[in-house]
């Protein structure tokens, strides 16, 4: 591959790359602190007080929800992480073919002895390493909580390894996700819409799995069945194995994903600038 | 077609989006080392033949080859052969200009980061500033260098000089001589039929998607339309020049088209009884319009134009 081509790459997802890498090292420190700040019986009797249908949806028993390290689990599924994993995996996957389309620098990049799955290729490889160092962040924002807070209970940092496996493999699918979109589209802006809609959908679906007994075969029905690295966290014993299925079923479905992008995009016609 | 004289060959190439023919029945052939002038108004199929010999567009039917490679199945190969400016290039905003030059010395082998920079300098570009920055005919420049600096044997200029001012227009017509004179083969699509005549070896003339004229200039620059007011019967002209001309009656009036040099027929038009005459050069521009009238885009006028020209290539 090209070091031109490469460097293009790297310095276009850099920025944001940077923004979201501090946000979830400093997000999950934070988390741990906030953590070691409320304390644990307080805790429990809030814990107590929530319906029974929150415990269904977090999906933890509330005996190891009310300890420090299922608290500090829920960093893991926190709106802000989901966040910065939606902003990456969208903003990159969108990018990589309708949005070079879409300000008409594909044109003049295809124009170069360079093939279309290379093109799609750097951009995946580069959103996926960036998706492994936000996990890394999110880990390594965990490691150092745990070593400058007081925590009531003992709590392992290498439980949270599955769980960061478990929200790389999230990114890269929505990466996939987005890119198999955008490779279709010529709209980034249409690639981020469908790709919103379709995670919005899909975490709706696990909700009503989640709460409803007769629909949990929807549970089926959507990918974010294979997302519970809060669950991982709190049962180390089988956390590995739950690892093997979910995170497989998730890069499984990433490979797909980008397969049929690259069909696409090796297939279709680009059309001149918008 | 590898080491034949023709380095751009399609057949029967067509394009049709839908229900919408692009282009169609497209035989092209462009030997090396000549400036191939593509015109036509907008909307006739310039940029989609372009598109379609960059392999930015895959063919309905037909094929197109460069160099004896296919354009669609071949296009990494076609690319290493063919420097490319859009008619709207695009460069990444968020690089400064000499960053954009040295991009595009990066991704190609054999592109001459040295000859960019000297070509940067001759269009007065400001490397330093930022590409969302410039202005379009800045842009324009911009991806000119980055295009130009490439060595390829093939350069497909899609209206180079739109966007740009008077001065650099000529600039951009001397580099386009300094390629032929290179030896490289030039593709180059403009609205602008003086600079087409001024550049171009042969002109390709598309009218709604179709390639319905070919001519070489040079040829074109020695034919002459000789317009007259008979005040009797036009006599035969003699058999030699007979062969050669193309002659029109109507109400009272001559036309004669001349092929070649004027001279031999100058003893024939002097017998003439003349009430009136008018010799003046062809040019692209008369032939031009012979396709494309001025003012067209109505059944009829198109009809007047085939009556002098009917439909299909001439070349």
Known sequence: MNKALWSKSIREARPLL???????????WLFVWLTSLVELGAYKIILQALPGEFHSLVNIPLAKLATDTGRISLAYVDPVVIFAVLSW??????????????????????????????????????????????????????VQGLAVCKLSDEVSAADFIPAAINLFALTFFLAAASSLISACDSYRWRAIGVMGGFYVIELVIKIVGRLAPKYDWLMYGTFLAAFEPQVMVVSPERAWSMSLRYDGALIGLAAACYVAAAIVFCRRDIPAPL | MLGSPLLVETRSLAKRYGDVTALKHCALQIERGEVYGLLGPNGSGKTTLIRLLMGLLRPSAGSAWIDGLDCYRQSVAVHARVAYLPGDARLFRQMRGREVLQFFCGVRAGADFRKALELADRLKLELSR??????????????????LAADTPLAILDEPTANLDPNVRSDVLALVREARSAGRTVIFSSHVLDEAEQACDRVGILREGELVHVARVSEVRRQHRIRARLTGPLPQPPAALARQLTIAASNGGVTIHTPGELSPLLGWLAALPLAEVKIEPLG????????????????????????????????
Not at chain 1, 18 to 28: E, Q
Not at chain 1, 104 to 116: F, K, V
Not at chain 2, 130 to 141: E, I
């Open chain 1, 18 to 28: 940077l923004a979201l890498v501090a946000l979830m090292f400093g997000f999950h």
């Open chain 2, 284 to 315: 692209l521009k008369t032939v031009y319009e012979s396709y494309h009238p001025p003012q067209s885009g109505n059944g009829a006028d198109d009809s007047a134009a085939d009556a002098d020209h009917p439909r299909g290539v001439r070349r």
């Open chain 1, 89 to 142: 995996s969208l903003a990159r996957g969108s990018d990589c073919v309708a949005g070079e389309i879409g300000r008409g620098t594909m044109e003049m990049l295809l124009a170069q002895p360079i093939s279309r799955l290379a093109v799609l290729g750097m951009q995946a490889t580069v959103t996926t390493a960036g998706a492994a160092l936000l996990a890394v962040a999110a880990w390594l924002g965990t």
């Open chain 2, 130 to 147: 930022k590409v969302s920055m410039l202005s379009t005919g800045m842009r324009q420049k911009l991806a000119l260098a980055a295009v």
